[in-house]
């Protein structure tokens, strides 16, 4: 029996197991979801810090434009904090040093004129803590510098180095296994009959995938032979958390990979969904490990990738970003079957959609000139010009 959208997207997330919360090290972490609250180690800056190549005076002692002060010595970033040796004098700094004891300003040099031993003052003004970062002003020791569940991108990078945390607690993202089907298809680099297709499921799931952060994946073909995906399936439930497979899940006489599941104890949650493309979905679980049984026609198998697989995958690695946006019908469209359609479009600039000519979920080559598929609810056959829906691209967002 066929089953909604809604019901098909509700039985998933309801099988969904928890995050799993992993330590890895820091050039890994970018594109994780921070697992705890990150808390600075100390103050932000340290120290008061120098902000600009200068020089350092206690402010009490200027007097007036053109005064001279004699130099002591240099105070280096990298290095502990100098001591001005009297407060009549004034004292070369660098920038990101600790401001010198004794001093409490900073004159640019374009405001100096140096001479030897000695510079000449061409300010009229100095203020205490001008060109000073204050040791605290960022944030305190203790204050929360990064939520939990924030994605890390370069910037949290930057604060978790510069806090010492060189393993950082993630939500493990989930190993997944696509496993691609059919004794008609063979590999790209392969010598082909005219009988036989080239196999290209496998690389576009994984593309797919990889373009929203999952990267561990396994990839493997099976024939369609009960024993061979018998002996496939038996070996990788304990090596990843997501299966992925390409073909064999609607009612053809060589489709064996329901009866296969069945007899390794996956348990079928649901079989059949009420859309198009994509109507012989299968779904279910074995233990922790989800099972998402596809079709192997490649846009029925990336649109229900980008429908149901990816929202499940962000969801158990704790990911609060939205996959689909809306966009607006640019001309009207008839839909004359009683199902959710996932109907290829090419998006413009203004947010409006147009439809794309297809010849069905075997036509991927007409993808090439779309940009993704907006969802036509099945209540309804006609939609006017102006209506919105929710819309997914083929291709992910630019992560960084």
């Not at 100098?82 to 409490?104: K, N, R, S």
């Amino acid at each position: 029996m066929l089953i909604s959208v809604s019901k098909a997207e509700k039985l998933i997330h309801e099988a969904l197991p928890a995050a799993k919360v992993t330590a890895i090290p820091l050039i890994e972490a970018n594109d994780h979801v921070l697992a705890v609250d990150i808390k600075a180690e100390r103050d932000y800056p340290p120290f008061d810090r120098i902000t600009k190549d200068d020089i350092a005076i206690a402010s009490a002692s200027f007097t007036s434009e053109g005064q001279y002060m004699d130099l002591s010595g240099y105070a280096q970033a990298g290095k502990p904090q100098a001591i001005l040796q009297d407060a009549a004098m004034a004292i070369e700094v660098a920038t990101g040093a600790p401001l010198p004891q004794g001093t409490d300003a900073v004159i640019p040099y374009e405001e100096i004129e140096k001479q030897a031993g000695g510079v000449i003052l061409n300010t009229q003004r100095v203020r205490t803590g001008q060109h000073i970062h204050p040791q605290a002003s960022d944030s305190k020791k203790g204050a929360v510098l990064i939520k939990k569940g924030t994605i890390i991108g370069s910037p949290e990078i930057a604060i978790l180095g510069s806090n010492g945390i060189h393993t950082v607690p993630v939500y493990a993202k989930p190993r997944i296994a696509i496993i691609t089907t059919g004794d008609e298809l063979v590999a790209t680099d392969a010598k082909i009959e005219p009988h036989q297709l080239r196999r290209s499921n496998d690389a576009m799931l994984q593309a797919a995938l990889q373009g929203h952060g999952f990267t561990k994946i396994f990839c493997n073909h099976v024939p369609d032979d009960a024993t061979q995906l018998h002996a496939e399936f038996a070996k990788i439930w304990d090596v990843v958390d997501v299966v992925l497979i390409s073909g064999g899940v609607s009612k053809g006489i060589y489709d064996l990979i329901p009866d296969v599941l069945k007899k390794l104890a996956v348990k079928s949650i649901s079989h059949g969904v009420c859309q198009r493309p994509g109507k012989p979905m299968w779904f279910g679980k074995k233990a922790n490990t989800l099972v998402f049984g596809l079709p192997g026609n490649p846009v029925s198998a990336l649109t229900c990738t980008l429908r149901y697989v990816i929202p499940a995958l962000k969801k158990i690695s704790e990911y609060n970003e939205l996959l689909i946006d809306y966009k607006t019908l640019g001309e009207a469209v008839d839909v004359n079957i009683p199902f959710t359609v996932f109907l290829p479009v090419k998006a413009s600039p203004n947010r409006e959609v147009v439809s794309v000519q297809h010849n069905g979920s075997g036509d991927f080559t007409s993808l090439a000139d779309s940009s993704g598929f907006i969802e036509l609810p099945s209540d309804a056959d006609q939609f006017c010009a102006g209506e919105c829906y929710p819309f997914i691209s083929w291709r992910a967002p630019c992560l960084f």
